[in-house]
């Protein structure tokens, strides 16, 4: 049974940094495309970044500049340093799969992954 599990969020005053975890073992698949989202009560899920299983990575406008995706397909981990952090970056923060590579689907949709962690919360003050 796969899970997505992730870790790193807290508290951080504005201007901090973080860095976010997603313990993907059991998650191997040749092809995939590997995001971040993000939520908050009341509105819908949001994309933050995403990464190709060729490396790739593709930012939301809300991320670029500040956000860096990452993986370590060794352990399997995926991870997203987020730097700058403003208020508004406050957020439950998903991390999620697709078994299809990030070209090929639409990539920022949350419709098209199948597999969701439980969230990590992030609060910036």
């Known amino acids: 049974h796969v899970q997505l599990v992730e870790s790193g969020g807290g508290s951080v005053q504005a201007g901090g940094s973080l860095r976010l975890s997603c313990d993907a073992s059991?998650?191997?698949?040749?092809?995939?495309?590997m995001s971040w989202f993000r939520q908050v009560p009341g509105k819908e899920r949001e994309a933050v970044a995403a990464?190709?299983?060729?490396?790739?990575?593709t930012y939301a406008d809300s991320a670029k500049g500040r956000f860096t995706i990452s993986e370590d397909k060794t352990k399997p981990t995926l991870y997203l340093q987020m730097n700058s952090l403003k208020p508004e970056d406050t957020a439950m923060y998903y991390c999620?799969?697709?078994?299809?590579?990030?070209?090929?689907?639409?990539?920022?949709?949350?419709?098209?992954?199948?597999?969701w962690g439980q969230g990590t919360q992030v609060t910036v003050s």
């Open positions: 059991g998650y191997k698949y040749r092809g995939y495309c």
């Open positions: 990464i190709d299983s060729d490396g790739t990575p």
């Open positions: 999620t799969a697709a078994k299809i590579r990030c070209h090929i689907i639409t990539t920022f949709a949350a419709w098209e992954y199948t597999l």
